[in-house]
C-alpha cells in the first residue's frame, strides 16, 4: 500500500531533460533574402560604415559656418551634391554647394544651410546664395559611422532573422549568413481508432487532425515536418513507419500511445530500438502522459493523443525542442496578467488554462480563463490566444489577482 | 505669402485613401494543411459532431448508475470499449463494460465507474467487479457534440488560419477550405545612388536594402513578392520595369523617387501610365513623402528611400494594404503603454518613436523609446520591438503616462 499517488514529474524537469539530448546539428550558408526566421550560427560585423562618409540630412546648401555668421551674407553656388550623385570639389570661402539629403558632404564645407532659410536668385551655378537665418555651426550632418562603423558586432549568434534584421546585414555589406540547419521532424500518428482527414468516421473513431496540426506548428517553428503517417496499434509498426522515413530526422514526435490502455505498442517498440526510455507521468493538465527516447539514435518525444493535450505539450516541450535544434533561444515566453475571474485552488499538477490575454485601456495585461476546460475541447483550445500558467498547489486566486501566461502564437 | 507651412496630410486619411482602391481579387481552394496564414473567404460549418457520441472521459468501466448506490455492489463484467474499438453490445443491470478515456459509451449504460473506485478480480470478461466509492449518476461522460454539434459555424469569414483552426476544422470533417488568393506585390525600388546588395558603393552610393526588406516584409504578410529590379533616375524606366513585371501584379510597392530634389521621374512616370495621381505630404514622421496612384490599373504605393521611413511606412500602409488585398483586417493594433521616460510636445507631424516594449512583473506594459530617433539609423530601427506612435501636437509627456504603441512583428 502507498501513502499516496506516485510522484509527477514536474514540467521544468521534463522539459531539462528534453533539451538535454538536443543540439543544433550543422550550418549553411544562406542568401539574406531566404533567411527570415533562421537563426544566426555567428557574430556578424559591419563591413561597411553607415553612412560610409558625412552626408546631409536635409536639403539646402554644403557651406562653411564661417562665412554665415550674420544675416545677408552671401554666397557663390560653385555646384550641386545629391544622393548619388557627390560633388568631387573642394569648397572654399564664399562657396555654397547645392545638397540634397542623404547626398556626401563636400570636402571644405562644415554645415548646412536649409534651403528654407536661404534665398537663391535661381538653380544654376554661379547664383548667389542669401543667408536669411544664420545656421548652427555644423547642423544637420550626419556623420560617416553614425549608424554603424565597419567592424561593429551588429548581430549576434542565436539572433532569429527578422525582415528588418535582414535589412540592416545588407546595408552594412553583407549578401548572405551562416545559419543554422532547419531540423527535420517526423511526426507520427498512432491509434487504431484513428481516420486520415476526409475519411468517414466508423462507431468510435475520429479524425486524426494531430499530424496536420503538429506539421503546420513544426513549419511555423522554423522546422522542416515530414509525414510518417499512421501506426496501427500493432507491435513493430511504429517502428518500421519511422524506420521508412524518406529523410534523415533530427527528431520523432508522436501522438497517442501512451495511455494505461492495452492497446498500446509504442512503449514497446521503443524498448525493441534502443537506449534510453521515459515514460513519463508529468505534473500538468491537460498532457499528463509523455514518452520520451531514442529511436535507432533519434530522439523521440511522444505527446499525448488528445488533441488538446498535444497542442498544449507541443508549445510546452515541442516548441522548445525545435527552437534548441535550430540554434535559438528555448524557453517559452512568460508574462504577468490580471486575473478577470476568480479561480480555485490548483492540486499537485500544473494547470494550462485556455485563456482569453488583452490589454486594457492602461496597458494592462488581462485574462480571462475559458469556461469550460474539458481538453477534449478542440474548438475551445481552438479560440483562445493564451495559457494560464498555474503551478501546482497554486491557492485559490481572486479577479484581480496576477497569474502567469503564455501567450499563444497567433499562427500556431 | 503664405500664413504657415502647407497643410499636410493626416495619417488615417491617407491610410483611408489607399484601402479604398483595394479589394481581394478571388478565391480559391486549399488542402488545410497548406492555409496556414491564408484568410478564410467563406464561413465554415461542422460537418461532423465532436464527439460524435457519447464518450468516457477517464479510464473505468462503463456501468448503470441505478446498480452502484452503496459501497460493496458488484457487477460482471461483459465486455470492454477502447478508443478505436467500441463495444458494440448492449449492457443490463449489474452488468459493467471495461472502459477508457475517449471510448465510446455503450449502449444502457449512463455512468462512468473511475478505475481506482472499484477492485477488479482480473481484466477479464466475466469478471467481478466490485464498487469501492459510489460514483455520481452521469459522471465523466461527454455528451454527443459537447466540442461541436454538425451544422455549427465553427469558423468565419476573414479569418487568419492558425495551426490550432487547421486542427479544429480537421477534426470537424474538413479537408479543404476557400481562401482568398495570395495577392502578388511588385516591388521596385528607385534612384541611381543604389548599389545592389554585394555590390562595392562609390562615393556617394548607398547599398539597396530596402528591396530584400520590402520582399521579406511581403511574404512575412502572406504575399508574394515580385522583384522588379532597380529604376534608374531616367524618364520612363520606372514604367518600363513595371510593365517587364512576369506576372499581374495586385500592388506595385516602389521606394524612392519622392524627393524634392530634380534627379527623381517616379511622378512624370506615374502621370504619363495612367489616371489618379497622389503625390502626399503626410504628417508623419518618419515617411512624410507618399506616392499613390495606379501604374496601367495596378495601385502603386511609393514609399520613401530612406530605409527607417521605408520599413516603417510599410507597417502603416502596405501592411493593412496587403491584408485588405488578402481578404483579412487591415488595421494595425495598438495597445496602450506606459512611457519610461520624459518626452517633449510634439509637432504638427505624427511621430513613430522606434521603442522596446516590455511587460512589467505586474503585467503592465512598458515603452522606452530609443535614445536617437535620427531617421538614418537602420541599426536602431532594426532593433526596436515596437513604434510609439504620438498624434500631431501631441503635449509633452512624462514617465508614466500612458502613449499609444504599435508593436512590431517579430518577423517584420
Tied chains: 1, 2.
Excluded at 544654376?124 to 555651426?137: L, Q, S, Y
Excluded at 509498426?237 to 492495452?262: I, Y
Excluded at 500538468?284 to 502522459?289: A, E, I, N, V
Aim: net charge negative; charged share 20%; glycine share 10%.
Amino acid at each position: 500500500m502507498s501513502d499516496g499517488p506516485p510522484p509527477l514529474l514536474a514540467v521544468a524537469d521534463a522539459l531539462d531533460r528534453v533539451l538535454r539530448g538536443l543540439a543544433p546539428s550543422q550550418t549553411e550558408i544562406c542568401e539574406l533574402q531566404d533567411v527570415r526566421g533562421r537563426v544566426l550560427a555567428t557574430d556578424i560585423a559591419a563591413r561597411l560604415s553607415l553612412p560610409p562618409a558625412a552626408v546631409s540630412a536635409m536639403d539646402g546648401y554644403a557651406i562653411r559656418a564661417a562665412d554665415c555668421q550674420a544675416p545677408g551674407a552671401s554666397l557663390t553656388r560653385i555646384g550641386e551634391s545629391a544622393a548619388g550623385r557627390p560633388w568631387g570639389g573642394s569648397v572654399a570661402a564664399g562657396e555654397a554647394v547645392r545638397i540634397f539629403t542623404g547626398a556626401v558632404l563636400p570636402d571644405g564645407t562644415d554645415t548646412i544651410l536649409l534651403q528654407e532659410d536661404a534665398s537663391a536668385i535661381d538653380e544654376t551655378d554661379g547664383a548667389t546664395i542669401t543667408v536669411n537665418e544664420v545656421p548652427r555651426a555644423g547642423q544637420f550632418i550626419r556623420p560617416a559611422g553614425l549608424d554603424v562603423t565597419t567592424g561593429d558586432i551588429i548581430l549576434t549568434a542565436g539572433t532569429v532573422m527578422s525582415a528588418r534584421l535582414i535589412a540592416l546585414a545588407i546595408s552594412a555589406g553583407h549578401t548572405e549568413v551562416s545559419v543554422w540547419h532547419r531540423p527535420h521532424v517526423g511526426i507520427l500518428s498512432t491509434g487504431d481508432e484513428l481516420v486520415p482527414p476526409g475519411g468517414t468516421p466508423g462507431p468510435g473513431q475520429i479524425i486524426s487532425s494531430n499530424a496536420v496540426y503538429l506539421s503546420s506548428f513544426v513549419a511555423a517553428c522554423g522546422a522542416v515536418p515530414v509525414d510518417l503517417g499512421i501506426a496501427r496499434d500493432r507491435p513493430g509498426e511504429m517502428l518500421s513507419c519511422v524506420r521508412a522515413a524518406p529523410v534523415p530526422l533530427d527528431l520523432v514526435v508522436t501522438t497517442g500511445g501512451a495511455s494505461v490502455g492495452v492497446h498500446d505498442h509504442i512503449v514497446d517498440d521503443l524498448s525493441a530500438s534502443g537506449t534510453e526510455l521515459g515514460f513519463w507521468k508529468i505534473a500538468m493538465r491537460p498532457g499528463k502522459p509523455l514518452i520520451h527516447g531514442r529511436i535507432d539514435d533519434t530522439p523521440l518525444l511522444g505527446l499525448p493523443g488528445n488533441p488538446v493535450s498535444s497542442a498544449v505539450c507541443a508549445n510546452i516541450f515541442l516548441r522548445p525542442a525545435i527552437a534548441r535544434l535550430s540554434g535559438g533561444d528555448h524557453r517559452p515566453q512568460m508574462i504577468a496578467a490580471r486575473l478577470a475571474i476568480d479561480l480555485k485552488a490548483n492540486d499537485r499538477r500544473q494547470d494550462y488554462l485556455r485563456a482569453t490575454l488583452e490589454y486594457d485601456p492602461q496597458g494592462q495585461a488581462v485574462v480571462t480563463p475559458a469556461r469550460k476546460q474539458d481538453s477534449s475541447m478542440i474548438s475551445i483550445y481552438a479560440g483562445a490566444n493564451a495559457l494560464i500558467v498555474r503551478p501546482p498547489h497554486d491557492e485559490a486566486r481572486q479577479a484581480g489577482d496576477m497569474v502567469m501566461v503564455m501567450p499563444l502564437d497567433p499562427l500556431l
